[in-house]
């Protein structure tokens, strides 16, 4: 049997009752497949690995070692939560790894977005790496593989594997416990697992994170910037119900700064970029119509609270002709 293949007559998993004989069902496969043995997952708070922490904590507990890399590239509160609900809520055994300046140092100067990509993905690498080796007796990789991506890898899209890239001696076997199932169903899943609802809804965020919104070369000050304010955004947007019903909106910030004016005086500031969109696939994507009252308080809330920002701007282009992104 194809075990990559979905059977048709599995049923889709949209009410708890159906993720809980999911859940039960898989403690019981993981615990076949894994015995005593330890495994290893990268945990970057994301749904997909989140989901897959949890069903592993449940099944195997200490023998499951979470590596959260902080790349200084998250969101804001995203590394402090990751803390909170795996290791004091879930008792996971969690590294925490801080390798906030060794990113930020590989990519200073750095302006050519995907050489920004390459540098971020081989570090991630890099950093996995050099934990996995200070470890004994780790036997499996566990990773949050979904179906969509065991179907864009087999169409050739993109391949599937999260830490892709890891050198031949250092090959574990792989451990997949959601590789059958739909993003949707992977929320379900998680809810009953007991993780957060910003946890589980959470909106999809690239791998490279925050690095491909602080356009050009990385600085820290221009990375501040796009936290605070995508932080401010979203806060907007759930106070004012747009959490949820939005699919994608986040900040960007240019290279360039403009003039304006900041309590009485000349203050050359950087402008945010705010972007709202919605789509099925991500292939193509329209603009939210967010409302006007709200976008203002949103630009007089960045520009008084975001040092280093003196404008904000809506940018009103569908996919095609932007991307998503702006990088
Ligand atoms: P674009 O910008 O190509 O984005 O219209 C489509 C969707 O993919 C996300 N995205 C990425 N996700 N690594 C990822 O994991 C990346 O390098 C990357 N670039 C874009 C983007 O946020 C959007 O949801």
Known sequence: MDTNKRPDTMQRITTPELANAFIDEQITALRAQIGDKKVLLALSGGVDSSVVAALLIKAIGQNLVCVH??????????????????RNQMNANLIYVDAVDRFLDKLAGVAEPEKKRKIIGAEFIRVFEEEARKLDNIEFLAQGTIYPDILESEDGVKAHHNVGGLPEDL????????KLL???EVRVVGKALGLPDNMVFRQPFPGPGLGVRCLGAITRDRLECVRESDAILREEFAKNGLEGKVWQYFTAIPDIKSVGVKDGARYEGYPVIIRAINTKDAMTATVENVPFDLLQHITSRIT????????????????????????
């Open 171 to 178: 090959q574990f076997e792989l451990v997949e416990p959601v």
């Open 182 to 184: 739909f993003k949707d």
């Open 69 to 86: 890399v902080n790349h200084g590239l998250l969101r804001k509160g995203e590394p402090e939560q990751v803390i909170e609900v795996f």
């Open 304 to 327: 008084t609270e975001v040092d280093g920002v003196n404008r904000v701007l809506f940018d009103l282009t569908p996919k095609p002709s932007g991307t998503i992104e702006w990088e």
